[in-house]
């Protein structure tokens, strides 16, 4: 089996794992961080998936990690299905909260002129933002799982 960019066990497919969990625990942080954001239920969302995408990210960083300190391909069919599946729900989880994130954000800034403080609603675009760059990185690792897995 041919290796190529992204997949478990290579350099690439570390640094996605890694960028995943970064801009993830940043999503989590700069929403956290707001005095308010209890009070919408699609932030709360957004930050219960971010959580779960921090968890999957940071297991699978270690394992890719070992994986390449050892010069091991992960290319068993069993694990990568799991890797295929794992990946296509937290990047459907982490579209829909960064979606509904987005919609409240606009709402909330645009149309009902809710920020009073504007670092308020800085944070709350920051999070929104940073969780669609973990979703561009979990959808382009999920694809290269998918392609993997075909190549099994």
Avoid at 60 to 85: E, G
Avoid at 122 to 140: E, H
């Amino acid at each position: 089996m041919k290796d190529f960019p992204g997949t478990p066990g290579t350099l690439t497919g570390l640094v996605l794992r890694i960028s995943q969990c970064v801009f993830a625990a940043g999503s989590i942080a700069s929403m956290a961080t707001t005095n308010n954001f209890f009070n919408f239920t699609a932030f709360c969302y957004l930050i219960a998936s971010m959580g779960l995408q921090v968890i999957w990210s940071l297991v699978l960083a270690v394992l890719d990690a070992y994986a390449f300190v050892r010069k091991k391909a992960l290319h068993n069919p069993v694990l990568v299905s799991l890797f295929v599946v794992g990946d296509w729900v937290t990047a459907t989880l982490s579209l829909a909260a960064a979606s509904a994130s987005a919609g409240i954000t606009v709402l909330y800034v645009n149309d009902l002129h809710g920020c009073k403080v504007g670092v308020e609603c800085q944070k709350y675009q920051m999070s929104v933002a940073l969780a669609f760059l973990s979703w561009v990185t979990i959808a382009i690792s999920s694809l290269i799982m998918l392609w993997l897995l075909a190549a099994c």
